[in-house]
């Protein structure tokens, strides 16, 4: 049982329930890989990771919409600009 995400629903098939097992392995470890590396996850890394879990997006989606996240919150340092 997971901290961070919904059980997965026990009327999926055996095969169903194997993927979504698969898939948040793989979204725990992500989590585990961001707070060793000092980024707390918040409710929308969470929600991306529970899409990914439950088939709604591929790993690829799920990891841009993060990159996606962290990067429109960060501020532009001014000498990042071209004018």
Known sequence: MSAY??????????DQRLQCARRQLVAENILDTMIANGTTPDESVL?????YIDGDSTLGQ???????????SQPVASQDVTY
């Open 5 to 14: 995400f919904a059980p997965i629903p026990p009327h999926l098939a055996l």
């Open 47 to 51: 929600s991306y990771l529970q899409g």
């Open 62 to 72: 799920a990891v841009g919409r993060i990159v996606d996240h962290f990067a429109s």
